[in-house]
């Protein structure tokens, strides 16, 4: 009797032993933005921001929070005082906010985790890379470190992610110059110099792009958030997909390395 052979699937993603050949010599640092890149809060950050604010200013935010579009948080906060008439924030301020804002999340993380949700695709990237012994993994984002670490937590997403190397919104104003602090965290820990070749950084917005282009590294687009793939195109994303849900990162990251 004939039996019938074992069909095996093969895996969405490549398998960790071969996806790269002798592309990669060096390590490779991926570096994630993480709001619509890989979680979105859906309406709890944007209370949490709200909670922080009238707790640092001593005001409600009567006249709302202004748009979030890969702004860091020192940006998205003095955007948000002016929209609410507080045009000479005093010295200590930021500093207010982003305690309190820490501790929201931390009051709200059940409900960031019931509203919120992680990105399709997403957990299935950061686990296929994290098993990539080239590869290291953290996050470039506006969020200041204590939220970022509260909001991943949440969703079980800093598992796959040395945020110790990461860069966030309580380094610099200017996203761009965030790539720096992450090339030099990671330098400090784990004693290599990672050239702009072997820095990608994966976000949803053109400031992502913008971010990644002005610091000399590459950068994949990913259309999650409010920004189509065209208009990730315009703004000159190295590499751009619809969501990590319909993407092979090893194919994506091979095509990179093998332009570079
Ligand atoms: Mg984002």
Same mark, same amino acid.
């Given at each position: 009797?004939?039996?019938? +052979? ?44 709200? %909670? ?16 979030? !579009? ?19 924030? $005093? ?8 305690? *309190?804002?820490?501790? *929201? ?16 695709? *997403?957990?299935?990237? &950061?686990?296929? &890379? ?9 996050? !470039? ?28 919104? $309580? ?15 990671? %330098? ?17 917005? +053109? ?20 920004? +189509? ?24 990251? =091979?095509? !990179? &390395?093998?332009? =570079?």
């Amino acid at each position: 009797m004939d039996e019938k +052979p074992i069909v095996e699937r093969p895996p969405k993603l490549s398998t960790p032993s071969s996806p790269f050949g002798d592309m990669m010599s060096n390590h490779l640092f991926v570096l994630w933005d993480v709001d619509h890149t890989l979680l979105e809060t859906r309406g709890v950050g944007r209370k949490v921001f709200a %909670e922080a604010f009238e707790i640092a200013t001593g005001q409600p935010m009567f006249a709302g929070m202004a748009t979030a !579009l890969g702004h860091t948080e020192p940006v998205l906060l003095e955007e948000t005082l002016h929209l609410n008439g507080i045009l000479c924030p $005093d010295d200590g301020l930021f500093e207010r906010f982003v305690r *309190a804002q820490v501790a *929201a999340y931390r009051k709200h993380a059940e409900e960031l985790c019931a509203r919120g949700r992680v990105l399709p695709g *997403a957990e299935r990237t &950061l686990e296929a &890379l994290s098993h990539q012994p080239n590869i290291i993994q953290s996050v !470039l984002t506006g969020n200041t470190r204590g939220a970022a670490e509260v909001k991943l937590a949440a969703f079980g997403l800093d598992r796959w992610l040395d945020l110790d190397i990461g860069a966030y919104g $309580d380094d610099d104003v200017n996203r761009s110059a965030l790539v720096g602090f992450a090339r030099q965290r990671s %330098e400090a820990k784990l004693g290599e110099a990672f050239p702009d070749s072997d820095i990608i950084l994966i976000g949803d917005t +053109p400031r992502d792009v913008e971010a990644g282009h002005l610091a000399g590294v590459r950068v994949i687009g990913v259309a999650s958030g409010a920004s +189509p793939v065209q208009e990730l195109q315009s703004a000159g994303a190295d590499y751009t997909i619809e969501s990590l849900d319909e993407a092979d990162i090893f194919d994506i990251l =091979s095509v !990179l &390395l093998r332009s =570079s």
